[in-house]
């Protein structure tokens, strides 16, 4: 079944490390790709968004994404994690014009 | 800042009662969603629709029922509430043109308690 999936469900990381947040996906043809966050008890909101082109993606809030063709995967990354990061991290996809599929989430911690 | 609104954010319900999630967006987009949210799984299609008097099933079966009079308000309802039902739902809504496809605006979610 065309789908993405994110091998981690909950990551812990200092304050001030960097992050790295995995996605693979399986899809006939390259899908639209997004990454969206999810903080406690509110709603998702898009971080960035890949369709083609530039295989680097900037985001919102510092983050980028990098689309890799060769390993199936949309890998998010933040260099320097702040307290404020701490959500739930779904990655999505979308091959085409279809209805978008979410990921099952990757939880953040951020410790002091 | 998205402008999608959910209510109500919380609700605590008895088993068989009839209930209304209400979901309003005033960006004028055509295309709403409902998701459902349980802890630890993947968001899952409830329903859509792709504009006035249009709704369809998504990929996961629900019992609940949905309507699209107006553009900008996509309730949902369950006519008889049941533990099984106890979970987050989440109104979406996206113009889904061009490169805007997949973008999707998120309310803050209706979180519902069947006992």
């Known amino acids: 079944a065309q789908s993405v999936t994110q091998p981690d469900i909950h990551i812990t990381v200092s304050e001030g490390a960097s992050l790295e947040l995995r996605c693979n996906y399986s899809?006939?043809?390259?899908?639209?790709l997004f990454w969206y966050v999810q903080s406690p008890g509110q709603g998702l909101q898009l971080l960035l968004k890949?369709?083609?082109?530039?295989?680097l993606v900037q985001g919102i809030k510092g983050f980028e994404a990098e689309f890799k063709r060769s390993q199936s995967s949309f890998n998010l990354r933040k260099p320097s994690v702040h307290w404020s990061d701490a959500a739930e991290y779904f990655c999505a996809g979308a091959p085409g014009y279809q209805k978008v599929t979410f990921g099952t989430g990757t939880k953040l911690q951020v410790i002091p | 800042e998205a402008d999608i609104y959910q209510t109500p954010r919380y609700l605590v319900i008895g088993t068989g009662k009839k209930i209304t999630l209400e979901c309003s967006q005033t960006?004028?987009?055509?295309?709403m969603y409902w998701y459902q949210q349980d802890p630890g799984m993947e968001l899952h299609l409830i329903h859509y629709?792709?504009?006035?008097?249009?709704?369809e099933k998504g990929d996961l079966s629900s019992e609940s029922t949905v309507s699209r009079i107006r553009t900008e308000h996509f309730p949902l309802t369950l006519e008889s509430a049941r533990p099984s039902h106890t979970s987050q739902y989440l109104c979406?809504?996206?113009?889904?043109?061009?490169?805007?496809?997949?973008?999707?605006?998120f309310g803050e979610g209706s979180r519902l308690t069947v006992l």
């Open positions: 629709s792709y504009g006035v008097n249009s709704t």
């Open positions: 890949y369709f083609s082109g530039d295989t």
């Open positions: 899809y006939g043809a390259t899908p639209y």
């Open positions: 960006m004028g987009h055509d295309k």
């Open positions: 979406a809504s996206s113009n889904g043109q061009g490169a805007n496809t997949g973008e999707l605006f």
